[in-house]
């Protein structure tokens, strides 16, 4: 298997300054390939073979090959992976831009690729062959080529054991040098010490509710710095852009929001750590934090043309920020991963699952439930419960019952009349069949195990 291992460096002043260097190759040799490429799209540059451009990797690598003493006289005071880096970067731009157009690349647009600023851009470059890695009878360095030995600040030789290692990514970020390790090793050995399962309900006054009754705290990061982030980008607005002033201030706000999000991924990492290594069976929600953090949209005012009627714009971008500041992306990315090396067993809740409206005892659902409502109560068989407790125990629920929910693109619709007496319907019956959403991705109960 894959993992990645991510190390910071502690560079001497004339290897950063060799570090800057190749950063800068790499960026220099996107942008030149780009005009390369638009000059074949204007027809002022010949192609060989079939169509108008030609931005695959061969290409790139065939014509800076041939032109680089010219265009680039200086081109062998850097590693030529640092050249390289920047004409995989503008192959996979294109590829990528492509595919999004096709449909055939998941995610949001793809725009066209554009030249790299030095003030925009984070400063990276890739080593795929050479010798680079790891130094014998040196743990605590890195072998870079035409760089030499960096220094780290962690033992690399334990954290890579017996693993080979196939990639090595140098990336600044938050005024320091990091070294971003791929590895390949051997399968891990699941844990025999798994018991039990629980359900997570995941949310932003509580960051987690586990079905035990645990509560992980929300420790609200973004409030404790606003202060100072407010104060630090006032004082880089007041600075002249491109000054010596102005990179000094915009390092500084930098190196606060890098301070937050060390502080997310470590709350992350111990919180994921502990529930992959406890529970064989684990159940979250599929939850869509893109469109939990959407903006409210204008609402027009009917008797004043031009003129908008409040829809608490203010109000829902702090709930914004909050959600954001949660990671819930990060947070299931990790126990995927996690969970596929201790052995547990990750079920993943259609997000359509009514989790925090029906009761986890008796089965009710109810037909309304706003986020003010803290305390559930259920007026079936009585139930007062946290809200985010019940929900969480609702999610174990439909988590622990795989023979009852098939993955996604599944059939799981019931049949007509087969539902509990005590559950409240929000929608009637087809006269051709159970209709519970826009397809079938809406049923009552789904989930999905990785």
């Not at 109810?366 to 985010?388: E, F």
């Amino acid at each position: 298997m894959r993992k990645g291992i991510k190390v910071a460096l502690d560079p001497t002043p004339r290897q950063e300054q060799a570090l800057w260097s190749h950063a800068g190759a790499a960026r220099f040799a996107f942008n030149i390939a780009l005009l390369h490429i638009r000059s074949q799209l204007s027809g002022c540059t010949p192609v060989q073979g079939k169509g108008r451009a030609d931005w695959s990797m061969p290409a790139l690598r065939r014509w800076w090959n041939e032109w680089k003493r010219e265009i680039a006289p200086w081109w062998n005071e850097n590693s030529k992976e640092a050249y390289n880096t920047g004409l995989q970067s503008l192959s996979d731009a294109f590829s990528n831009y492509f595919d999004s157009r096709s449909g055939t690349r998941k995610g949001r647009r793809m725009g066209w690729p554009r030249p790299r600023k030095r003030s925009k851009t984070t400063p990276r470059f890739t080593y795929t062959t050479g010798s680079f890695g790891l130094i014998k009878d040196d743990p605590k360095a890195l072998r870079l080529p035409r760089i030499g030995r960096v220094h780290c600040m962690e033992n690399v030789r334990r954290l890579v054991g017996d693993a080979r290692i196939t990639r090595m990514t140098i990336r600044h970020e938050g005024g320091r040098w990091y070294a971003s390790l791929s590895v390949e090793c051997d399968e891990p050995q699941p844990a025999a010490n798994l018991k039990g399962s629980i359900g997570i309900d995941l949310g932003v006054r509580t960051f987690a509710t586990l079905s035990d009754g645990t509560m992980i705290a929300n420790p609200h990061r973004m409030k404790l710095i606003a202060r100072k982030q407010r104060r630090l980008s006032r004082r880089l607005s007041r600075r002249h852009k491109g000054s010596k002033r102005w990179v000094e201030a915009k390092r500084e706000n930098s190196k606060l929001a890098n301070r937050a999000a060390n502080q997310r991924r470590d709350m992350l990492d111990k919180t994921t750590t502990m529930l992959a290594a406890t529970y064989r069976d684990i159940s979250i929600e599929d939850l869509n934090v893109k469109g939990m953090s959407r903006r409210n949209k204008p609402k027009e005012d009917p008797g004043r043309p031009g003129e908008y009627l409040p829809n608490g714009r203010a109000r829902k971008s702090g709930l914004n920020r909050e959600i954001l500041d949660q990671g819930f992306g990060m947070f299931r990315r990790m126990l995927e991963y996690k969970c596929a090396r201790t052995g547990a067993r990750l079920h993943v809740i259609d997000r359509w699952y009514p989790s925090s409206k029906t009761c986890s005892g008796c089965g009710t659902v109810k037909t309304k439930l706003s986020l003010n409502t803290r305390t559930y109560v259920c007026h079936t068989c009585g139930l007062v419960m946290d809200r985010d407790l019940n929900a969480a125990i609702n999610i174990q629920v439909a988590g622990s019952a795989p023979e009852t929910l098939n993955a996604r693109g599944g059939n799981t619709r019931r049949t007509p009349g087969a539902h509990s007496p005590n559950e409240t319907r929000t929608k009637q019956p087809h006269p051709k069949g159970m209709r519970l959403g826009a397809n079938t991705r809406k049923s009552v109960l789904q989930a999905k195990t990785n």
